[in-house]
């Protein structure tokens, strides 16, 4: 028996009669929160580069995915035999320079001739930005609306002109800042923002990574400043500004001097 064989067997008892009363009560929509959750925990294992964990997570999403292929079984819509099918079918006709006579010359013909084929297949989205879901994180979300622009050539070709619109973008936040407008103000915010993803975008770095990379560095710092305080016998709340950014500085210095001597 093939191990897929034998996870399918497993979920199809705990599915039964005779089975977990928690997984006999399960459905797609009450999934959906364990799926994200283990999507998540997916990237921060290779993140970590962490093998070991990404194996088990990659075993959880798995689990997820033999799930739901049987609770559609159940309903009689469609099997985990037709998702292998259909995913099998869709890699080989979206890669016809592989599988086919088409040629790419590089990734950028590769991604173009993918969303021509990706168009064709979906024919009932009259764009290019159609499909994408409005649940995804907005960082993810700028991300894949620019890539999609840039695979059909609407795009910068050097990071330059982008690090010229980010000034440009937060010359007229100040200008929105100086008026007092606010819902202008949340407009240029949002279009600083967007056009942050678009210069990481154009250096190859992930944006939803780099932020989630920043924030944890800011939390290690912050808590490394409320253990000085603590260690004093205060609780932060009676740290002073100075005090704090004093702090900050000092372990800021540490960790970039802990990073240049490995």
């Known amino acids: 028996m093939s191990d897929v064989s034998r996870l399918r067997e497993i979920v199809a008892k705990l599915r039964g009669p005779e089975g977990c009363p928690w997984d ?16 998540y925990e997916t990237v921060e294992a290779i993140e970590r580069s962490d093998d070991a964990n990404l194996r088990e997570e990659l075993g959880d999403l798995l689990l997820h995915v033999v799930m739901h292929a049987h609770l559609a079984g159940e309903r009689g819509v469609f099997s985990f035999e037709e998702i292998v099918e259909g995913i099998c079918e869709k890699l080989i006709r979206r890669h016809p320079h ?24 979906k024919g009932d ?3 290019v930005m ?72 154009k250096l190859k770095v992930d944006a939803e990574t780099s932020l989630a990379a920043a924030t944890s560095k800011f939390i290690r710092r912050f808590q490394a400043v409320e253990a000085e305080v603590a260690a004093g016998g205060r609780p932060i709340e009676e740290a002073s500004p100075e005090e704090m950014n004093r702090l900050w500085e000092k372990h800021k210095a540490e960790a970039r001097s802990l990073n240049s001597s490995e």
């Open 130 to 201: 159609d499909g994408q879901p409005a649940s995804l994180p907005a960082l993810m979300r700028a991300q894949n609306a620019q890539r999609k622009a840039g695979r059909v050539g609407f795009d910068w070709e050097e990071s330059g002109p982008v690090f010229e619109k980010v000034h440009e973008e937060i010359a007229e936040l100040q200008e929105a800042l100086a008026a007092g407008k606010l819902r202008a103000i949340e407009e240029e915010m949002g279009d600083v923002l967007f056009t942050m993803v678009n210069l990481s975008r």
């Open 24 to 39: 006999r009560e399960q459905t797609h929509e009450s999934l959906r929160a364990a799926l994200v959750e283990e999507c």
């Open 125 to 127: 989205r009259a764009s």
């Open 98 to 121: 592989v599988f086919g006579e088409a040629k790419a010359g590089d990734t950028r013909d590769v991604l173009r001739q993918w969303e021509q084929i990706k168009r064709e297949e």
